[in-house]
């Protein structure tokens, strides 16, 4: 989908974006696309973004693992309800290790810890508790619309729309749609409600 840097995660929060955006539904077609339906479409997600420029070793990828994680990470977009993250790192442990930034300041990086049932989910984890501990987590929401994720860069965090256009010879964003779609609604009400009140007489 072409879209402004505008809706860009900082750093290694876009990474997740992406991520989640391997699942969403376009205005032209309505139907939901999904990127990441084979487990090699999960491994050239992997070596795209976590691949360490030399040859991996055998990476452990459960395609079940990784549509739930997707999924549960989309259901608390833009929410402070992380709880349900508990249970993922049970299974997938993320451990922190302090090192120094360019500018020689410590900073804390976060990484799966030990074997991973599923390296993706681990790895795609290790970014989200780092996004939560930098507060930058609960701008991540998705479109109500066509569920594409952005980053809300707003002051007051109050971003509902993705307003990119579609993927439509025309191109449409989603905030007209709405704006669109509410005023025909009251239009009708209007128009029924006049009718009703025309039949009385």
């Known amino acids: 989908m072409t879209e402004t840097n505008s809706q860009a ?6 990474v997740v974006r992406t991520f989640l955006n ?3 539904i376009p205005n032209d077609t309505r139907e939901a696309t999904d990127e990441l339906t084979s487990l090699g479409a999960m491994h050239q997600f992997y070596a795209t973004w976590f691949s ?3 040859r991996d070793p055998e990476i452990s990828i459960v395609p079940e693992l990784v549509w739930q994680l997707r999924a549960d990470l989309r259901k ?6 992380v709880l349900v993250l508990s249970e993922w790192l049970k299974r997938q442990p993320i451990e922190v290790k302090l090192s120094q930034d360019e500018e020689g300041m410590p900073t804390l990086q976060y990484r799966p810890a030990g074997s991973a049932t599923c390296q993706l989910c ?5 970014l989200v508790v780092e996004a939560i501990s930098r507060s930058s987590w609960m701008r991540l929401k998705a479109c109500p619309n066509c569920q594409w994720v952005f980053y809300d860069h707003t002051k007051n965090q109050n971003k509902v729309w993705c307003l990119m256009t579609a993927r439509a010879p025309q191109g449409r964003s989603c905030g007209s749609i709405s704006k669109v779609r509410s005023f025909r609604q009251r239009q009708k009400a209007s128009v029924a409600k006049a009718s009703g009140k025309s039949e009385r007489f």
């Open 22 to 24: 391997t699942w969403w």
């Open 9 to 14: 995660a900082p750093g290694s929060l876009e």
């Open 52 to 54: 360490k420029g030399e």
């Open 122 to 126: 681990a790895e795609v984890l290790a």
């Open 76 to 81: 608390i977009l833009g929410k402070s309800e």
